[in-house]
Nanobody, 120 residues
Framework: QVQLVESGGGLVQAGGSLRLSCAAS????????IGWFRQAPGKEREGVSC???????????YYAASVKDRFTISRDKARNTVYLQMNSLKPEDTAVYYC??????????WGQGTQVTVSS
């Protein structure tokens, strides 16, 4: 059974940093793409970042334009965990962040979400 458990959210001042973690179980992390979505109150869900499977011929990472150069996604195969390092946080980054796998397709698994709040 696929499970994704996020942690690391919290309250931080603008300009600060947080690192989100997503502990995966029930599947081998590096065989599938995995990433992060977020949803702010009153806004549509937004894809934030994704890292492709290690078997992909085009192994790469994706970042939304709004977070590029501030956020970094990484994967620890030994821990079956994916991370989202978020630096230079802005109030507009405030949202519930969800871990997902794969990043696209007809069957996507979601974590329960973790709240990130950035104060100005």
């Amino acid at each position: 059974q696929v499970q994704l458990v996020e942690s690391g959210g919290g309250l931080v001042q603008a300009g600060g940093s947080l690192r989100l973690s997503c502990a995966a179980s029930g599947f081998t992390l590096d065989l599938y793409s995995i990433g992060w979505f977020r949803q702010a109150p009153g806004k549509e869900r937004e894809g934030v970042s994704c890292i492709s499977s290690t078997s992909s011929s085009a192994y790469n990472t994706y970042y939304a334009a709004s977070v590029k150069d501030r956020f970094t996604i990484s994967r620890d195969k030994a821990r079956n965990t994916v991370y989202l390092q978020m630096n230079s946080l802005k109030p507009e980054d405030t949202a519930v962040y969800y871990c997902v796998t794969p990043c696209a397709g007809t069957k996507i698994y979601w974590g329960q979400g973790t709240q990130v709040t950035v104060s100005s």
